[in-house]
């Protein structure tokens, strides 16, 4: 039966972008959405009545109704994993013992915020925050974005392994004056683990008094956080069913609440909520993550387009791509459905971008001639946040809405070395302000449109095995005299490791 609407999705006729706007005086508001302060443009897409038509036939073959409200009733939807994916209800949204329950966890957080800010823990001026994957990636994006340099504590992110990440931290904080946060839903995260005892090492060796009880743990295996050593009262359980991607909602943000305020912490989860509420209401036809999920999934399959864009015409937003990255393709990146078949489709495409205008002068021949299609998705911020002339802030706006422009328009020339094919589809995504309480609903956003995406292709987007074979490699490695792996490994780490 989704057979059938997959084929139709496929050989959907299309018409060029100029001609889908020449055959609609009326395309650009049709295609434009406002929800929470953010303006989404769909209107440089291949979508039209009737290929919306297929895909909402598509949703429904897909049950993607009753999936949603499986979704938000707590049912175990990570059926790999034999989970609930619980994330909405850190902001309020699903089963109402689970918001009771991530109310009460919440307001231990809060707690602890007020404690630390109230000098509980003494003079604290730096924070380090460590973990990896989702447990840094929301954290730093948050805090990159709002941050506006005079908040109390000075809060650094850091989750590689590498030395090189932590020690310019180290070098620059004063021990005695810093907090560590542990952020690691497993608490067995061996990068996170082996920087938390640097850090740690540090401390003892600039004669901290009491190291351990500097150190706040975020996680939901809060056991194994005691037997770290951590007191039990700086320990901030989240619940199993939030997943690791999914999880700023949770204690993972604590370093947000701490350094921006639990205020914004909580305005951030308000607009999540108003996404998450527009998300169950809308009918799908106006809802906003299940249209964006049709455009992917058209391009993806119909299209055959291997990756997906992100420029965000923002500094301050320039680690989302990094986000999405981790969103989407953690969560979409597989290779068999729900039920252990092969997938037939095309999985996540590969998530990439970088910040405007920058990547206009390194990566932007690439989308205007090259041979690949890209989809490409622009973020800009109408209201400026810094005090430059006036003029920055406009030329930023300009270039980016001339991007999208140019990439559906084209122009055409004699020459094929000038010629711009275009007809190359965007989106736009505009933001009133960078606000916590947009930044909340954008994100939302972006977490219900990979879940529509995973629901259509029919994989479970909750679970990741696939990163499981490397750490297990990792470790096997690790045993300097246990089994020996393929040759080349082996060789590269006799090289690395003569002795
Ligand atoms: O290796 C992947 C992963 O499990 C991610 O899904 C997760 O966000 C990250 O590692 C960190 O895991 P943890 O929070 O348990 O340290």
């Given at each position: 039966m989704a057979g059938d609407a997959w084929d139709e999705i496929k050989s959907h006729p299309t018409s060029k972008l100029t001609e889908l706007f020449a055959q609609d005086a009326e395309r650009a508001t049709k295609y434009g959405f406002?929800?929470?302060?953010?303006?989404?443009?769909?209107?440089?897409?291949?979508l039209d009545d009737s290929l919306l038509a297929t895909f909402l036939t598509l949703a429904d073959q897909m049950d993607l109704s009753g999936n949603t409200d499986a979704l938000f009733s707590g049912e175990p939807v990570n059926a790999t994993e034999g989970r609930a994916a619980e994330h909405a209800a850190e902001r309020g949204t699903g089963l109402d013992s689970s918001i009771a329950n991530a109310d009460a966890l919440r307001n231990r957080m809060k707690g602890l915020v007020g404690a630390i800010d109230a000098g509980l823990l003494d003079d604290i001026d730096h924070v380090i925050h460590l973990g990896i994957g989702g447990s840094a990636l929301g954290p730093k994006l948050l805090l990159e974005a709002l941050q506006i340099g005079d908040e109390t504590y000075e809060t650094a992110v850091v989750s590689n392994i590498d030395g090189y990440a932590l020690e310019p931290i180290l070098e620059r904080f004063s021990a005695d004056k810093t907090l560590l946060v542990i952020a690691s839903k497993t608490f067995t995260t061996s990068e996170t683990l082996l920087n938390a005892q640097s850090v740690l090492d540090w401390m003892s060796q600039e004669d901290v008094a009491d190291p351990f009880g500097k150190i706040?743990?975020?996680?939901?295996?809060?056991?194994?956080?005691?037997k770290w050593g951590i007191d039990e009262s700086r320990i901030l359980p989240f619940s199993e069913s939030v997943g690791g991607r999914y999880s700023i909602w949770s204690s993972i943000g604590f370093s947000v609440a701490l350094t921006l305020g639990f205020d914004a912490f909580e305005d951030m989860l308000a607009g999540a909520a108003e996404m998450d509420a527009h998300f169950r209401a809308a009918p799908f036809d106006q809802n906003l993550p299940v249209l964006a999920a049709f455009i992917d999934q058209y391009y993806a399959q119909a299209k055959n387009c291997e990756t997906r864009a992100v420029f965000a015409y923002d500094e301050r937003l320039r680690l989302l791509p990094d986000y999405l990255q981790q969103l989407e393709m953690e969560s979409n990146g597989k290779s068999v459905t729900t039920d252990g078949e092969p997938l037939a489709l095309h999985s996540s495409p590969i998530v990439w971008g970088g910040v405007g205008t920058d990547a206009q002068h390194a990566v932007?021949?690439?989308?205007?001639?090259?041979?690949?299609?890209?989809?490409?998705?622009?973020?800009?911020?109408i209201e400026p946040g810094h005090s430059l002339a006036p003029d920055h802030h406009k030329g930023l706006l300009l270039n980016c809405f001339?991007?999208?422009?140019?990439?559906?328009?084209?122009?055409?020339?004699?020459?094929?070395?000038?010629?711009?094919?275009?007809?190359?589809?965007?989106?736009?995504?505009?933001?009133?302000?960078?606000?916590?309480?947009?930044?909340?609903?954008?994100?939302?956003?972006?977490?219900?449109?990979?879940?529509v995406n995973a629901l259509l292709l029919g994989i479970n987007p909750f679970d990741q095995f696939g990163v499981e074979l490397g750490k297990e490699m990792a470790g096997k490695l690790s045993d300097m005299s246990g089994n020996k792996l393929?040759?080349?490994?082996?060789?590269?780490?006799?090289?690395?490791?003569?002795?």
């Open positions: 406002d929800q929470s302060g953010i303006y989404f443009d769909f209107s440089k897409t291949h706040v743990a975020l996680t939901a295996n809060p056991e194994q956080a005691v932007f021949q690439l989308l205007h001639q090259g041979s690949h299609l890209v989809p490409v998705e622009f973020l800009a911020v001339a991007q999208g422009a140019a990439l559906m328009s084209g122009k055409a020339s004699d020459d094929p070395h000038r010629n711009y094919p275009g007809d190359r589809p965007s989106i736009t995504v505009l933001l009133e302000a960078l606000e916590a309480k947009t930044l909340g609903a954008l994100l939302a956003f972006y977490e219900h449109r990979t879940f393929d040759a080349s490994t082996e060789l590269l780490k006799k090289r690395a490791f003569p002795g």
